[in-house]
Each structure stands twice: as C-alpha cells, then as structure tokens.
C-alpha cells in the first residue's frame, strides 16, 4: 500500500463548476497536510495547508480534514481553465523522519 | 515565502561525466530536499538535511550524493552520469518543524 493514495485522473469538470480531489494517508503519525499545484514542466506550488480537522477556506479553496478517516481532500469552487494542473496532496510525516511524502497527484482539467 | 535557486535550469552531458546540481536558498531553512521525477510521474524523495552537516537519504534509491556545509547549500552529485539518471531534479526548503517546503525551478538532466 501506498503511504499517499491519489486518483491519478484526469479528473475533467466545467467552467464554473466544483472540482472535488481526494486523498488519503496511511500514516496515522501524519500531523500536518499540504496542498500542491503542479503545471505541466513546471514545479510544485504550494496552495493550501491544513494542520486540525475540519474545513479551511482560502478564497476559491476549501481542504478537509479528517484524521480519524485518514482523508483530507481539497476543494475549488468556481474552477477556471487556469485551475488544470496535476493536485499533489502531501501529508507531513513526523514519525517518519519529518518528511514531506508526496502523492502521485490527481490531474485536473477544466474545460470551457 | 523561500527564495530558492537551482543551476543549471537546463544540462545535457555524455555518458560517465561527473555533474553537480546546484541548490542554494536565502531564507535561512534549516531543511532541504532533493526530489526526483519524471514528465508525468510522481516526486520521489531522494536525499534530504535537517541541517549543516546533516544528510539523509530519502525513499528513492539513488547514486547521487549530497553535502551540507553552508545552511543556505545543498548541491548533489553524480560521479558517473549514465542514460538512467536522465529526469527532473528538483530542491525544496522548508523551516525548521512540521512545516511545508517550496520549490526551486528544477533542473532538466538529460544524459546522452
């Protein structure tokens, strides 16, 4: 089993319309959870972070958190064709040799 | 938000030349990383240093090596570069805690 499970996708939505991606960690040791934006030959950037269950908003973003389910998801409301881009989820692993371990991420594509 | 520096952006070389990627970050982070991946493909941790003088190897088996004398330093190595090693090296920063990492731009390999 994979310490970071991701549907690769693509996951296609429309203009205007929510596109929900999912991630789940096997890690219960995990503390922290970080949302990364990777465009096609470029690196990854940094969009949300998420430390305690529940919701965060961040303008068009919402992550999710639940510990006890061992998911955390991002959300992003209102998608733009400038949203398509390979979603990295990458939960913060203390008992693991504080380290970031990066899932394989989940292809989005908003179509016009 | 860190400051992150990665020469050469772009290298292609023969076969059996030694080769140093550079990585240098002027934020003061006391962690950095050297991920690997290839066009489509997830990030593989490689190497990764808590601190000066602190180098630990990552998830990824690699003939690569690394060293950390300056905070702000983090270059890697390949002695002998062969075909294989031909990917997309990128080098991450992050604080010192159960913080999140940023990117340098990466650099393309290609080993003919």
């Known amino acids: 089993q994979k310490e970071v499970e991701q549907n690769s996708g693509p996951l296609s939505v429309p203009e205007g319309a929510i596109a929900s991606l999912n991630c789940t960690y096997s890690d219960r040791g995990s503390q922290s959870f970080f949302w990364y934006r990777q465009y096609s030959g470029k690196s990854p950037e940094l969009i949300m972070s998420?430390?305690?269950?529940g919701d965060k908003e961040d303008g068009r973003f919402t992550a999710q958190l639940n510990k006890a389910s061992q998911y955390v998801s991002l959300l992003i409301r209102d998608s733009q064709p400038s949203d398509s881009a390979t979603y990295l989820c990458?939960?913060?692993?203390?008992?693991?040799?504080?380290?970031?371990?990066f899932g394989g991420g989940t292809r989005l594509m908003v179509k016009p | 938000e860190a400051d992150i520096y990665q020469t050469p952006r772009y290298l292609v070389i023969g076969t059996g030349k030694k080769i140093t990627l550079e990585c240098s970050q002027t934020?003061?982070?006391?962690?950095m990383y050297w991920y690997q991946q290839d066009p489509g493909m997830e990030l593989h941790l490689i190497h990764y240093?808590?601190?000066?003088?602190?180098?630990e190897k990552g998830d990824l088996s690699s003939e690569s090596t690394v060293s950390r004398i300056r905070t702000e330093h983090f270059p890697l190595t390949l002695e002998s570069a062969r075909p294989s090693h031909t990917s997309q090296y990128l080098c991450?920063?992050?604080?010192?805690?159960?913080?999140?990492?940023?990117f340098g731009q990466g650099t393309r390999l290609t080993v003919v």
């Open positions: 990458a939960p913060y692993r203390k008992n693991a040799g504080n380290m970031l371990t």
């Open positions: 934020m003061g982070h006391d962690k």
């Open positions: 240093s808590y601190g000066v003088n602190s180098t």
């Open positions: 998420i430390y305690s269950n």
């Open positions: 991450a920063s992050g604080r010192h805690g159960i913080t999140e990492a940023f």
